[in-house]
Every structure is written in structure tokens, then in C-alpha cells.
């Protein structure tokens, strides 16, 4: 009998894991808190690795023409007068692996994947927030706000950052912590500065104390983002918020970017929207199950954003986690303990490294004074 698997959260690895699921014929159904139109959050970068698992879907051309690859990257020093650090052609580098890099906005991204899952007849039922997971021998129950509930053979906790099935699998263990690092950063239509730049020109500022990212997300928009230290915790709800709001203009005017060189002024000044948001870490743990509940990418390893890690991350898992549950049938309480073993195995040396560069690289972002011109002029 065909096994039944609910997943938990509709961001980039449910609809991406339930797909790859369906595909080798378990049914799966997916619960997310969200309502299903909410936009939010800025941009994701998708690599040549990720690439590969959305072609087994079909999908990875239809990703790519969502968003605009990286051809080309141009780094400078706001402290050494705008000079250029390192400039390269990646696109070519990237194509050499069989795919693009492409940046494209994530509520974009995010609702194609679920409107794909859906397509495939995957259902998935929004405005569910899971707060309680019950297990009794081989069936796995989740709880729902609304007093509802749901049964099924397994259970992905695809539920992000504050994963409520993470509580279940690691009870009692840590939160996640403020890292005291932001991110402000928004959307602006291409700036004239910038329209006679080869397509797909992203670019990064290093400066005193702060960051800064401009990059193209498709013909037409831009994203830009701006880390900086701020010890006052800020929390995520990735909120867009708008721009014609006074607390929003004096925030901008305060960024220490906003009065910078390669376009980082003109970046943050014609914005459509902006967000904000604190940037947190969790322990990282090398058992991401228990008996039938396993957990797959933010839910099991946060990443900070700065290398782009993430969604990546999180769709590798998916994949692996696919493969070694086909390996495993029929799945018995035996079969799945060796299976989400094993997947930890594959996992966890991989996602710790990627977890520990994107924050050292977070860290080199913001490092100001003497420290920071020493590192700018060692690095390049
Ligand atoms: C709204 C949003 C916007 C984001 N924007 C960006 C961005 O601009 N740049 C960036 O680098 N990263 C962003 N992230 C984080 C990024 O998506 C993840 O780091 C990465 O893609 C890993 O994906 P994931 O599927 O594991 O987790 P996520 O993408 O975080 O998806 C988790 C999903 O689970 C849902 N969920 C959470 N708790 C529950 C619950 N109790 N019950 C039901 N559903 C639940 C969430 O609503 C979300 O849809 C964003 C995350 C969210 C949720
Ligand atoms: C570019 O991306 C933005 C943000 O997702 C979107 O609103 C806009 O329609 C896109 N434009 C094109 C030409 O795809
Ligand atoms: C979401 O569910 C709650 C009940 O839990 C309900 O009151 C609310 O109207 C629902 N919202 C939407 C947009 O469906
Ligand atoms: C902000 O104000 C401008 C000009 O008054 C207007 O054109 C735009 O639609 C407003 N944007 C939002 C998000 O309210």
C-alpha cells in the first residue's frame, strides 16, 4: 500500500519535496499557515546544484525564465573610494556545471512551486498552523490551530526557521537566536545608471560597518539589500512594508549606504518597497528525526542569507531525502530509522559547512574600521 506523508509548510522545500514524492508515487498533502496569496520576503538565488533536482520536476527551465542568471559580478570599496575589488564573468563559469545562477524574487519562486504541486494534484490546504505533532506506533497525528486535525504515515516538517515540528523532533532544545545582524533591503525598477550594464551585472559594496547587494531579478526590477550590526533584536516576518511611510523614509535616509557610489543611492532611493529583517541562528544538531517525523531545510539546519545557502540547501535535502525513502521500500519502522539516518549522514557535514561560511561571510560584511580596510585589502 502507497504510503501517505503530510508536509508541513508551503515555502521552497514543501511543494518542491511533495512534488518529488508524488513523483515516485507516495501521496503527499501539504498544510501551510499562510493564506495562499501573501507576498513577502525579497529575492533567492538559485544555483546549478538546485537546477538539477528542479529538472527531474520539469521545472528548471520555467524557474529560470522567472528570474535573471548572474553573468556577471563587480565587488567595490566604498572606504577605498568606490574602487573596484574583483570583477568576473560568472555566467560562464555557472553554465559550466550544466546550469545558470539565477536570482528571482521568492514569493515568485514560492508560489510557482506550490502552484506547480497543486497542478500535479497535490493538495494544499492554507491558513493551517500546525502547534502539536502526537505519535502512536506507525501513525503520525498533526495538530491545527483551528481544532482540526490530520493523520498520516510520515511527516516532513518543511516549516522553516521557527519550526513547530522541529519542537517535536528536538523537544526542549533551543530557540532561534538573534544573530545581531539586519537586512534592509527592497525592490526598485532598474536605475538609468545602470540600464547600459551587461545583463545580469550583480554587484556588492563593502564598507565601513555595513553591506551592500544590487542585483538584477529579471528585465525590469532590481533587488538591493544592506546587512549591517544592530543590537536591537529585529524580528523576521519578511513584511513588505511601504514605502510612502514617514517611519520607512527615515529609515532609508538612515541607512548608512544611502549616500554611497555604484548605485547604491539610486538603488535605495527608488524603491517600491522595502523589508527588514533580523537574521537568526539555531544550534545545529546531527539527528533531524524521531520514528516517523523528519525535518527538511530551515526546520532542520537556518542558514544565514549571505552566500545564498538556503533554499539551495533546502532542496538538496529534498532530494536526498526522496532518493534514500525509494532506496528504503517497503517502509517499516526499521527500513525508515536506516533511511532518515542515512540522509542525516549525507546531510549534516555538507549543511554544517554551508551554515558556518554564510555566517563568517556575515561577519566580514560588517566589520568596520582598521579591521575592516585590513580585510577588504587582504581578500582581493
Ligand atoms: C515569507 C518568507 C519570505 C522569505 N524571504 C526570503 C528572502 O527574501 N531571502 C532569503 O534569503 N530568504 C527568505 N526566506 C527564507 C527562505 O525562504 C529559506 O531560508 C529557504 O528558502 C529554505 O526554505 P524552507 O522551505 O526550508 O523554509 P521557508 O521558505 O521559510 O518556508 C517555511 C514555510 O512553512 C510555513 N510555516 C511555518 N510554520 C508553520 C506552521 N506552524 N504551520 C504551517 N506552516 C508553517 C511558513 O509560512 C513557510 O511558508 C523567507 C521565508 C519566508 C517564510
Ligand atoms: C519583475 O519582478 C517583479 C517582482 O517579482 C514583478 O513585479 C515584475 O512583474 C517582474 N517583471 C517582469 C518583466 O517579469
Ligand atoms: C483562517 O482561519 C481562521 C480560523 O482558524 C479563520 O477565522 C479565518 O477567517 C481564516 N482566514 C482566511 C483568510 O481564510
Ligand atoms: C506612494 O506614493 C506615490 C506618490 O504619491 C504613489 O504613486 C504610490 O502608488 C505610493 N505607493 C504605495 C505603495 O502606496
Not at 518597497?273 to 525535518?295: A, C, N, P, Q, S
Request: with cysteine.
Amino acid at each position: 500500500m502507497s504510503k501517505s506523508v503530510i508536509i508541513i509548510g508551503c515555502g521552497i522545500a514543501g511543494p518542491v519535496l511533495a512534488m518529488l514524492l508524488k513523483h515516485t508515487g507516495i501521496e503527499p498533502v501539504i498544510y501551510e499557515c499562510k493564506t495562499e496569496t501573501e507576498q513577502a520576503g525579497l529575492a533567492l538565488g538559485v544555483t546549478p546544484q538546485t537546477f538539477k533536482v528542479l529538472n527531474i520536476l520539469g521545472l528548471a527551465e520555467k524557474v529560470v525564465a522567472l528570474g535573471q542568471s548572474v553573468e556577471h559580478f563587480i565587488s567595490y570599496s566604498e572606504l577605498l573610494g568606490g574602487t573596484v575589488l574583483v570583477e568576473r564573468d560568472t555566467g560562464s563559469l555557472f553554465r559550466r556545471l550544466g546550469w545558470p545562477m539565477v536570482m528571482l524574487s521568492r514569493a515568485r519562486d514560492s508560489h510557482f512551486l506550490c502552484d506547480s504541486a497543486k497542478g500535479r494534484g497535490i493538495p494544499v490546504h492554507f491558513n493551517k498552523t500546525l502547534i502539536a505533532v502526537r505519535q502512536a506506533g506507525d501513525r503520525v497525528t498533526t495538530v491545527f490551530e483551528d481544532g482540526t486535525t490530520s493523520e498520516a504515515d510520515l511527516l516532513v516538517g518543511c516549516d522553516g526557521l521557527h519550526s513547530a515540528v522541529r519542537d517535536f523532533v528536538l523537544p526542549g532544545t533551543d530557540a532561534a537566536q538573534y544573530m545581531g545582524l539586519v537586512q534592509i533591503g527592497g525592490f526598485t525598477p532598474t536605475p538609468d545608471i545602470f540600464k547600459a550594464s551587461k545583463p545580469g551585472t550583480s554587484r556588492q559594496i563593502f564598507g565601513d560597518g555595513a553591506h551592500f547587494m544590487g542585483m538584477p531579478i529579471n528585465d525590469s526590477q532590481m533587488l538591493w539589500v544592506t546587512t549591517f550590526a544592530e543590537p536591537d533584536e529585529a524580528r523576521e516576518n519578511w513584511r513588505r512594508l511601504s514605502i510612502n511611510d514617514s517611519s520607512s523614509k527615515e529609515m532609508l535616509s538612515g541607512l548608512r549606504a544611502a549616500g554611497w557610489g555604484n548605485g547604491a543611492k539610486e538603488l535605495i532611493q527608488g524603491s517600491t518597497f522595502i523589508t527588514k529583517y533580523g537574521l537568526y541562528e539555531r544550534t545545529m544538531r546531527d539527528v533531524w528525526h524521531k520514528g516517523r517525523v523528519v525535518l527538511v531545510g530551515d526546520a532542520a539546519h537556518p542558514t544565514s542569507p549571505h552566500l545564498g545557502q538556503g533554499a539551495n540547501q533546502a532542496m538538496e535535502d529534498c532530494y536526498h531525502l526522496v532518493r534514500l525513502l525509494c532506496k528504503a521500500e517497503p517502509l517499516e519502522d526499521e527500513s525508515l530509522e536506516a533511511a532518515f539516518t542515512e540522509y542525516e549522514h549525507i546531510r549534516v557535514p555538507i549543511v554544517s559547512l554551508a551554515v558556518a561560511g554564510a555566517k563568517k561571510e556575515g561577519e566580514n560584511r560588517v566589520m568596520s574600521g582598521e579591521r575592516h580596510a585590513k580585510h577588504v585589502t587582504r581578500e582581493y
